[in-house]
């Protein structure tokens, strides 16, 4: 098998795993959280970057 259609049969397999994901996804139900009571403010540290309490700022 040439490398072009490795690359072609490859593809074809990326689009398929695309097409199954964005039809999981619109099946999903949303998830029914409850709200979080006393939590931090503005973006969330763990997805940001920097995670500051007290004065003081981690970096992970």
Known sequence: MSDDQKQKKLQAAAKRALAEAAARKAEAEPLDLPSEL??????????FGD????????DF
């Open 38 to 47: 006393g939590g931090r403010e503005g973006p969330e540290p763990t997805r």
């Open 51 to 58: 995670w500051e309490k007290k004065g003081i700022v981690s």
